[in-house]
């Protein structure tokens, strides 16, 4: 026989080059196996897990069903924890209603309010807006400069368009103030707080109905394993009965035992979410005591904003009345009695100039009144009808016609006839001037 040493080696080197490919083949394959054998197993538990849960809400479902049409048992909550509930669910609903109606107090315009829940939900800036004010401001100082700025409608036009000017800023002040120190805090409670106190309720809820399920699982069972336990009649009993009794009792009382077992480890998850839910209905205490700090902030903002407005319409009121005093001296000095040789009367006769005269704060006042006005150390009181008043707030005079007045002091006052009823003629000591009605508590 030839021996060739070459093409052994050769066929020797196929043969094992064909052996690993086949041994890396079935490595492959049963790799492939125990994949597929482990998600099926996966599988498999999930599919039971999915069943459970399935049979859990069916259980629990049917519980609530049976307990709403009165044929099941329902745990009870104590009376405190009752209470707890009623309370958290009071303070969402009027927290909720206090928001909604603050929301509209201070953006009446509900496109302008589904705009900026717009924003927020996107979490992007809110674009500042324009207040009704300062829109008034804009418009009544594009009119004054078409009417003129000299002229007194020009003037006072421009005058009362930079108080609402103002009054325009502080209502944006306010409302921005309104917003972070008292909305917020209460959006805050909303959709935090009150989420979160929701959820645990309804897991408590999911926790007693599966009680109320192992309740009656354990009362069915102790039912089915006495009536299993029951004698037979001797007479009417085949002895056969008897070994399927005995085994349907024991098979009943490990039923029974399951069940005891289910039903304790179910009361511990209830008292457990039952506690966890107690501390968070108890914190709606301190939720009340932030929304009454919150609310004193409200309040201060509100007070200050009409303060402020206050404020700004009495000087609006003093510049007015000056104006109000030019104009009456204007319209009079256009038909100017016969016997007037005043120097107000002869400039009457020049054409109209655009300018503001010194006059008095006085409307529908004879010049002649006028002018001993402007003078109040020349004023005599009168007999009888003066009166004391006490000075509310600090009034600096704005020339020499007018009394300087600080808070809580007491002035004597008294009116001269024709004088403008916003105005009176105020004396303390030896200084006399005119002071305002609005600053002053007139005492009988």
């Given at each position: 026989?030839?021996?060739n040493?070459?093409k052994?080696?050769?066929?020797?080197?196929?043969?094992?080059?064909?052996?690993?490919?086949?041994?890396?083949?079935?490595?492959?394959?049963l790799?492939?196996?125990?994949?597929?054998?482990?998600?099926?197993?996966?599988?498999?538990?999930?599919?039971?897990?999915?069943v459970?849960?399935?049979?859990?809400?069916?259980?629990?479902?049917?519980?609530?069903?049976?307990?709403?049409?009165?044929?099941?048992?329902?745990?009870?909550?104590?009376?405190?924890?009752?209470?707890?509930?009623?309370?958290?669910?009071?303070?969402?609903?009027?927290?909720?209603?206090?928001?909604?109606?603050?929301?509209?107090?201070?953006?009446?315009?509900?496109?302008?309010?589904?705009?900026?829940?717009?924003?927020?939900?996107?979490?992007?800036?809110?674009?500042?807006?324009?207040?009704?004010?300062?829109?008034?401001?804009?418009?009544?100082?594009?009119?004054?400069?078409?009417?003129?700025?000299?002229?007194?409608?020009?003037?006072?036009?421009?005058?009362?368009?930079?108080?609402?000017?103002?009054?325009?800023a502080?209502?944006?002040?306010?409302?921005?103030?309104?917003?972070?120190n008292?909305?917020?805090?209460?959006?805050?409670?909303?959709e935090?707080?009150?989420?979160?106190?929701?959820?645990?309720?309804?897991?408590?809820?999911?926790?007693?109905?599966?009680?109320?399920?192992?309740?009656?699982?354990?009362?069915?069972?102790?039912?089915?394993?006495?009536?299993?336990?029951?004698?037979?009649?001797?007479?009417?009993?085949r002895?056969?009965n008897?070994i399927?009794?005995?085994?349907?009792?024991?098979?009943?009382s490990?039923?029974?035992?399951?069940?005891?077992?289910?039903?304790?480890?179910?009361?511990?998850?209830?008292?457990?979410?039952?506690?966890?839910?107690?501390?968070?209905?108890?914190?709606?205490?301190?939720t009340?005591?932030?929304?009454?700090?919150?609310?004193?902030?409200?309040?201060e903002?509100?007070?200050?904003?009409?303060?402020?407005?206050?404020?700004?319409?009495?000087?609006?009121?003093?510049?007015?009345?000056?104006?109000?005093?030019?104009?009456?001296?204007n319209?009079?000095?256009?038909?100017?009695?016969?016997?007037?040789?005043?120097?107000?009367?002869?400039?009457?006769?020049?054409?109209?100039?655009?300018t503001?005269?010194?006059?008095?704060?006085?409307?529908?006042?004879?010049?002649?009144?006028?002018?001993?006005?402007?003078?109040?150390?020349?004023?005599?009181?009168?007999?009888?009808?003066?009166?004391?008043?006490?000075?509310?707030?600090d009034?600096?005079?704005?020339?020499?016609?007018?009394?300087?007045?600080?808070?809580?002091?007491?002035?004597t006052?008294?009116?001269?006839?024709g004088?403008?009823?916003?105005?009176?003629?105020?004396?303390r000591?030896?200084?006399?001037?005119?002071?305002?009605?609005?600053?002053?508590?007139?005492?009988?």
């Amino acid at each position: 026989m030839d021996f060739n040493v070459k093409k052994l080696a050769s066929d020797a080197g196929v043969f094992f080059s064909r052996a690993m490919q086949t041994a890396l083949a079935i490595g492959v394959w049963l790799r492939c196996l125990a994949n597929t054998r482990e998600l099926n197993s996966k599988w498999k538990k999930s599919c039971s897990g999915r069943v459970k849960e399935v049979e859990h809400g069916q259980a629990t479902t049917s519980e609530f069903t049976e307990e709403k049409l009165g044929q099941a048992e329902k745990t009870e909550l104590d009376a405190h924890f009752e209470n707890l509930l009623a309370r958290a669910d009071c303070t969402k609903n009027w927290t909720e209603k206090i928001l909604r109606q603050t929301e509209v107090l201070l953006q009446p315009n509900p496109s302008a309010r589904v705009e900026e829940f717009l924003y927020e939900k996107l979490d992007r800036k809110v674009p500042s807006r324009v207040t009704n004010g300062e829109l008034l401001a804009q418009y009544m100082t594009e009119a004054a400069n078409d009417f003129g700025p000299g002229t007194p409608y020009g003037k006072t036009l421009i005058k009362v368009g930079e108080t609402q000017r103002r009054l325009g800023a502080a209502e944006r002040d306010f409302i921005h103030s309104a917003s972070i120190n008292f909305l917020t805090p209460l959006r805050n409670f909303l959709e935090g707080d009150w989420r979160t106190i929701s959820k645990e309720r309804r897991i408590l809820q999911n926790r007693r109905l599966d009680l109320d399920a192992c309740k009656a699982r354990l009362k069915k069972a102790k039912a089915a394993e006495a009536k299993a336990a029951a004698v037979p009649d001797f007479q009417e009993t085949r002895p056969r009965n008897y070994i399927l009794s005995a085994s349907a009792s024991a098979l009943w009382s490990d039923e029974v035992e399951k069940a005891e077992h289910e039903l304790r480890l179910t009361q511990t998850e209830f008292d457990r979410q039952a506690e966890v839910t107690r501390l968070l209905l108890e914190g709606i205490s301190s939720t009340h005591v932030n929304h009454l700090r919150c609310l004193h902030e409200f309040v201060e903002s509100q007070t200050n904003y009409y303060a402020q407005c206050y404020q700004y319409m009495l000087d609006l009121q003093k510049q007015l009345g000056r104006f109000s005093g030019t104009f009456v001296g204007n319209a009079e000095s256009t038909s100017p009695p016969p016997a007037a040789a005043s120097p107000p009367a002869v400039a009457a006769t020049l054409p109209a100039v655009p300018t503001i005269p010194v006059v008095p704060t006085i409307v529908g006042v004879p010049n002649s009144v006028a002018e001993s006005v402007l003078n109040p150390n020349e004023v005599k009181p009168p007999a009888s009808g003066t009166r004391k008043a006490r000075v509310l707030y600090d009034y600096e005079a704005a020339d020499s016609t007018e009394l300087a007045l600080l808070a809580d002091e007491m002035i004597t006052v008294y009116s001269l006839p024709g004088m403008d009823p916003d105005w009176l003629i105020g004396e303390r000591g030896n200084q006399k001037g005119k002071v305002p009605v609005t600053y002053l508590e007139l005492l009988s």
